[in-house]
């Protein structure tokens, strides 16, 4: 890590950090008054994401029905699957609160983060201390993509997208499978909900109203 001088912020974005059980203590022992910010979306999209990027790369992969379930007859979920695992936030988050007190974690919401990126953005400068310098005016949806794309406003250059790897179409499921996924995660989201004091609304962005 570079050295961070007076009135510097150093900010370093590995995702796997959050799903690593080392990573906790040994980010607490470099420097226990670190400020975490964890992005979090709806752990059903987020495994048919992680799917589709890995499809992109390996097409000759089983199908995400196939990978999903130990026993399929049965409605086991495999949550040693990677895909399905990393959504098991609660389980995760229980690490690294034994390192961190949640005050020193922000959750930023995907959902809101694509519909609402200056809100999100307002509360991630709140968080860190800053003057909120980033506003709507820094953000243009692309309709193509399906998500904001970063501009600055003095400046006449396009505005910065994600890149290729990101919005990519995803593949069609079976909704009985995704049905099952919704029934296998909701505890583990309510837990989410109830340890950080947030409600993500997955459910109800799934329609279980």
């Known amino acids: 890590m570079p050295k961070t001088l007076d009135g510097q912020i150093t900010m370093e974005k590995t995702p796997s950090y959050f799903v ?20 979090v979306r709806n752990p059903v999209t987020r495994a048919i994401s992680d799917y589709t990027q890995t499809l992109s790369k390996k097409p000759e992969i089983p199908t995400f029905e196939v990978l999903a379930f130990k026993n399929r007859t049965l409605g086991l979920i495999d949550a040693s699957w990677s895909a399905i695992r990393i959504g098991l936030y609660a389980l995760h988050l229980e690490s690294w609160l034994r390192y961190f007190p949640l005050a020193q974690i922000h959750f930023v919401s995907g959902e809101r983060l694509i519909v609402d990126p200056a809100g999100e953005m307002a509360a991630v400068q709140d968080f860190l201390g800053l003057t909120r310098l980033v506003t709507e005016k820094h953000f243009y949806f692309n309709k193509t993509k399906g998500f904001p794309c970063l501009k600055k406003p003095e400046d006449s250059s396009a505005p910065r997208c994600l890149g290729k790897s990101k919005g990519r179409t ?28 947030q409600d993500f609304q997955w459910e109800q962005e799934e329609g279980d109203k």
């Open 20 to 39: 690593t059980g080392e990573a906790p203590k040994r980010i607490h022992s470099m420097a226990k008054d670190t400020r975490l910010i964890v992005v």
């Open 170 to 197: 995803h593949p069609r499921i079976d909704p009985d499978v995704i049905r099952r996924l919704r029934k296998f995660y909701k505890p583990f989201n309510t837990m989410f909900y109830q340890m950080t004091g």
